[in-house]
């Protein structure tokens, strides 16, 4: 049994399910996706809750998309856009030299960064990359901060707001003081300095609801069931097992196995005192906190903007998503003369989360105006904001101490979320692994081992030197 249709309980189930098990999978609401899904507004026009993306680095989020038929459904891009206040655009992409070296041509003509910005980050690049992606003053006990280890490094204030943190902030869904350095380091890494393609930004060509269409396709043709509508209500555990997850009208599901594919504070108030303090992995889900992102999504009555994405710097809003082109069937770009849906992303928007609607939309509709001046002369016909405020867990120094692994010492009784210990942060990637590594866990259990969990992108060109190091 799996609880929880978010995309870590999506990936036990459908490694369950190919291993041979019949699989449950109940959800307590009407669809599949988590906090990875999408909403019908009164209009019915369906919208992101959030805009997702993949990256080349994401080995198994790419599998998980294979396994069910979606990986045609995401559409990668070689070149990112990036806008800085000026005006001046910057943009990033991989030429003809081997990794590490492939984005040096975009790199040093990278307009809104200045020579000196540019000298220091090659130096700190240089610190990540001679340590394998693990530079040794990372390991301070407790960890430290992203923004503590580039103070170290001597980034400058431009190359810190206008580089480092329109990637990690993005990325990790926090900002720089509360990012654990391994975890902000790891994204350099893996995605921008060990291999060529890791980089590629990979964005749904669909609403995220369609993605996991073959999802319960998956699991129902392998003998299984999806059961929506179904939340958790409680746990029966007997003489240190699981026997039993309680339902509404007092239903009880028995099972060999139950996967708890939930968020950690939910599952946290699922088990009493007693159970949580005689596992130690199970005592500190409390101490696991969350972050917010909130997602502004606006209708102009014409084309406003032709690139497919773009990143703007030092700005409330940091990402500008083209859903018209991304969703077109054809091209990359939206069809002149008529209305243009965009979606805007703010991660970690701790600031806005007290604020009303109507002064967010105001906020960013200036931006906007700002970054795309042809949008000045459209007209806003449809506005909305969805707050998330526990859209992640917070990559906090040291926040690893405090993550469980799948398997628990209560029998029967496994976890999935990638705030489990995946070595990855709060990431599409991440919550696949958890599910992948649960799957594993449950299989190596009964006796059956089966391996689902792909390494990470293996380091190309002259990278895998200092790799091997």
Known sequence: MVIGGGLAGLAASVALAEAGWRVRLFEQRPFLGGRAASYVLP??????????????????????????GAGEKIKFFDRLL???????????????????????????????????DKLWIARAFYSILESGGHPPDVDEPGGISMLEWLRRHKQTAAAISRFWRVVLVSALSEELDRIDARYGIAVFWKAVLSNKTGYRMGVPGVALGD?????????????????????????????????????DDGREET??????ALPHLALSELLSDSVKQADPALRNLDKIIDAPITGV??????????????????????????????????????TPGKGQYLQLVISASYDLLPKPRQEIIDLCLKEIHH???????????KATVIKEAAATFSPQPGVDRWRPIQETSIGGLFLAGDWTATGWPATMEGAVRSGYLAAEAVLRLAGTPQQFLLPDLKPDGLAGLWAKS
């Open 82 to 116: 990036l806008l800085d206040p000026e005006g001046r655009r910057g943009e990033m992409h991989a030429g003809i030299l081997p990794a590490p070296f492939h984005m040096t041509g975009s790199f040093l003509t990278f307009s809104p960064l200045a020579w000196k």
């Open 297 to 334: 999504h606006f209708w102009f009555d014409r084309q406003v903007m032709s690139e497919p994405f773009i990143a703007l710097l030092e700005t409330t809003t940091q990402w500008i998503f083209n859903k018209t082109a991304l969703y077109a069937a054809s091209g990359p770009a939206a």
């Open 255 to 260: 099972a060999d196995a139950f996967v708890l």
């Open 43 to 68: 209009d019915g026009e369906h919208i992101d809750n959030c805009q997702h993306v993949t990256f080349g680095c994401c080995t198994n989020l790419e599998d998980f998309y294979r396994r069910v």
């Open 211 to 247: 993605l996991y269409e073959g999802c319960r396709a998956s699991i129902e043709q392998k003998g299984g069931e999806v059961i929506f509508r179904s939340p958790l209500r409680g746990l029966r555990i007997k003489n240190g097992k699981l026997i039993a997850a309680l339902f």
């Open 371 to 381: 970054a795309l001046p042809v949008s000045r002369e459209a007209v806003l016909t």
